[in-house]
């Protein structure tokens, strides 16, 4: 696990280049405290800084280079198979030098090519530099994005690439400028996440999931897409079967999550899928350390959490945060940010208390996402079943009536009306800051059409054949890969913490995808979705947490933003770089004039996301 940053293609002469890196790397210091590597060719520079899970040695330091000198590799994530791998390629004859997942990487490079990815399992964010023939350079991002890696073409350098797994890197190279896009700008507002490919700065990009691109000097990069979602084949396999199958998927990617040559702890929820996840984990760590959050005013689940964790045999840790402690922390948790999210301050939270005693963390992440779990997908299950025929041509005019509707009352009535006219709708409420004609209030510009945004979006992922599918296939693109996998990894990398996610996973994703919804949705409990995931570790858990409804993990926002934040938002609302940097014609008068606290979070979290981003002199 690292940080990962390069330049290619420029016409940076080698110095600069090199202490372009230097720059980049020294931003990245919290993602690898434990080493660093560069190397430099003509027209730029890489480098890494390194967080030490699987060989401690210095073997393990990058870049690792091929047994000729002419192919190296940086890598930023976790290979799960490596031990399997290694074993054949070892037999083949490949000389290894390390114990590294890195250098197996490397290894199927050198043997399969760019075919090399799909005997990748894991998490990963790459950068090949192969210089045999034709130099170029190669950059991979794994199936579902778990890891990230942003890039941009430098101006007058088409051709050329500067990347790094965060976006403070890019703009202290001077080859990008911190201008925000006005795209985001309106994801960001709609949906408190920003949707992938964008990111919040003008010319800057993620590389998609499951992408390779290739970036040969004097020619335009080729992307190519290794890997899409599983095809929703809702197969019939039966109901006991499926489970038992599911059980065994379970079991095998915790058990591959679990290693590394240093102490794996886990985050406890008291939900079903962390807890879940904790159950297969002490199967193979049985001095476990389990952490929950606890908040002095909150709707969480600590208590249950603390109770399973004892019943388990972890060594529990209820890391406690007061609402007093929230004013100081906030300021901090806006500069581990690269981007604005309205949410990931709960991880950023626990990730601070864990990483005192370990350096990865499993996490429960995944399990609503594939198994439908969020109440929006029985929402988005019963409007497609509904036989009312008046629903949707009621909806559909509320659509229409809505910018004309007097006050705010009667707008927000259109609104929630609206939101009946199609699945994707319903699923665009759920995730709703700003509703449209707000957005456009505030900056001007034209009302986002979310629906549409979302629909092209997944429109190259989809196969979904019912309600439930597509609201899956929106939970893993858009709130999943949009929001939590990259506000999981910047929060806890921020505190030089490596989250693993075993639900997401390429097996289990393709098992998901076959499963029909009644396998997924539980008719006879209408308040409980993941039916067949509950049914497969039921017997890990206690029944009150397998048979309570989904709860959710929730904090006190209201509370803080009426108390210990309150003067910190009216001072961000008085100076607003919203309106300075004209990304917003007017805000409210006051925060007191916003009534959502959703919305209060939001414009909160992205002011001081521009002060730590746009205001700053990078180069």
């Not at 941009?152 to 965060?166: D, L, Q, R, T, Y």
């Not at 991880?347 to 992440?365: N, P, Q």
């Not at 639900?503 to 409990?525: E, M, S, T, W």
């Amino acid at each position: 696990m690292c940080g990962i940053s390069g330049i290619w293609g420029t016409d940076l002469g080698q110095a600069d280049a090199e202490a372009a890196v230097r720059r980049m790397l020294e931003t990245l210091r919290h993602r690898g405290p434990d080493g660093q590597g560069t190397l430099s060719y003509d027209g730029g520079a890489a480098g890494m800084v390194r967080l030490a899970l699987v060989d401690l040695s210095e073997r393990g330091q990058q870049p690792i280079w091929s047994p000729d000198g002419k192919v190296a590799i940086l890598f930023n994530g976790e290979m799960y198979n490596h031990a399997q791998e290694r074993t054949r390629l070892a037999a083949g004859g490949y000389p290894f030098r390390s114990h590294t997942d890195t250098e197996v990487i490397l290894a199927l490079y050198l043997e399969r090519g760019l075919e090399f990815v799909h005997a990748v399992r894991g998490m990963f964010a790459i950068a090949l530099f192969d210089f045999r023939d034709e130099p170029k350079l190669i950059l991979a991002r794994d199936p579902f994005g778990i890891k990230p890696l942003l890039y941009a073409h430098p101006i007058g350098c088409p051709n050329g690439v500067v990347f790094a797994s965060e976006l403070r890197p890019l703009l202290t190279t001077g080859l990008v400028s911190p201008h925000v896009d006005r795209q985001a700008l309106s994801d960001y507002l709609s949906f408190g996440f920003v949707l992938q490919p964008r990111t919040m700065v003008m010319n800057v990009r993620q590389l998609e999931p499951g992408t390779i691109a290739v970036y040969a000097r004097g020619q335009p990069p080729q992307t190519t897409r290794y890997f899409t979602m599983p095809a929703a084949t809702n197969a019939c396999v039966p109901y006991e079967e499926a489970t038992r199958h599911l059980r065994m998927l379970l079991s095998e990617s915790v058990r591959l999550h679990a290693l590394a040559d240093t102490p794996v702890g886990v985050f406890l929820s008291g939900g079903i899928d962390s807890s879940a996840m904790a159950a297969l984990m002490i199967q193979h760590n049985a001095k476990l350390r389990s952490y929950t959050l606890k908040m002095e005013h909150g709707d969480d689940e600590s208590n249950q959490a603390e109770a399973f964790a004892k019943k388990l045999g972890c060594n529990h840790t209820n890391i406690e945060v007061s609402d007093r402690e929230v004013r100081d922390l906030i300021p901090l948790f806006a500069q581990a940010l690269d981007r604005p999210s309205n949410d990931g301050f709960n991880s950023w939270l626990i990730s601070r208390g864990a990483a005192r005693d370990v350096k990865g963390v499993i996490s429960g992440l995944g399990g609503d996402e594939w198994f439908a779990g969020y109440r929006v997908a029985r929402r988005m299950n019963a409007l497609e079943k509904r036989r009312n025929i008046w629903v949707r041509p009621l909806a559909q005019l509320a659509q229409l009536a809505q910018p004309w509707s007097p006050g705010h009352s009667l707008k927000q009535r259109a609104h929630n009306l609206a939101t009946r006219r199609s699945p994707i709708s319903t699923w665009a409420a759920a995730h709703c800051v700003f509703r449209p004609d707000e957005i456009a209030t505030m900056t001007g510009l034209l009302a986002p059409n979310t629906e549409a945004a979302l629909q092209a979006h997944i429109a190259p992922h989809s196969s979904a054949q019912n309600a439930v599918d597509l609201a899956c296939e929106l939970d893993v693109y858009g709130y999943m890969g949009c929001q939590l996998l990259r506000d999981s990894d910047v929060t806890s990398m921020a505190s030089s913490l490596e989250l693993r996610v075993p639900l997401v996973d390429v097996k289990i994703a393709q098992f998901a995808r076959g499963c029909p919804p009644h396998y997924k949705l539980d008719d006879i409990n209408r308040s409980r979705g993941k039916r067949i995931f509950v049914d497969a570790v039921s017997d890990l858990l206690p029944p009150d947490i397998y048979q309570r409804p989904k709860r959710g993990f929730s904090l006190p926002y209201e509370t803080w933003l009426n108390g210990p934040l309150k003067e910190l938002v009216n001072d961000l609302w008085q100076s607003s770089r919203l309106i300075k940097y004209g990304l917003c014609e007017q805000l409210p008068a006051s925060p007191d004039d916003v009534p959502p606290w959703p919305q209060r979070w939001t414009l909160m979290v992205l002011e001081l996301w521009l002060r730590n981003i746009v205001d700053k002199p990078w180069h």
